[in-house]
């Protein structure tokens, strides 16, 4: 049985940095891009940054682009990703997830590709 378990979510003021952990198990982490998504109040869950198996690849949106880095230790079956300068607008449920051999933007921005998810981690941003 898979399982993602995100972890690293808190409080934090504007301006501040959080890194936010994703670990895998029940499944071979390597053959899987993996990949952020959010969702705020209110709002729909988002696409906010993925990278491929082997970390040759990595996508953001816009919104975060800059700020927001995501990386993977494929020995560890562990994604992470490294918040900066985080603003309120953050603030959201942080889900990871696992595509089996997805690749691209196109593709990985897409919450329909992929085949397992996390069940989240609370990001709160204080103004």
């Known amino acids: 049985q898979v399982h993602l378990v995100e972890s690293g979510g808190g409080l934090v003021q504007a301006g501040g940095s959080l890194r936010l952990s994703c670990t895998a198990s029940?499944?071979?982490?390597?053959?899987?891009?993996m990949g952020w998504f959010r969702q705020a109040p209110g709002k729909e869950r988002e696409f906010v940054a993925a990278?491929?198996?082997?970390?040759?690849?990595?996508y953001y949106a816009d919104s975060v682009k800059g700020r927001f880095t995501i990386s993977r230790d494929n020995a560890k079956n562990t994604v992470f990703l490294q918040m900066n300068s985080l603003k309120s607008e953050d603030t959201a449920i942080y889900y990871c997830?696992?595509?089996?051999?997805?690749?691209?933007?196109?593709?990985?921005?897409?919450?329909?590709?992929?085949?397992?998810w996390g069940q989240g981690t609370q990001v709160t941003v204080s103004s």
């Open positions: 997830a696992a595509d089996f051999g997805g690749s691209g933007l196109g593709r990985l921005s897409r919450q329909a590709e992929y085949d397992y």
């Open positions: 990278g491929s198996r082997f970390s040759s690849y990595t």
């Open positions: 029940g499944l071979t982490f390597s053959g899987y891009a």
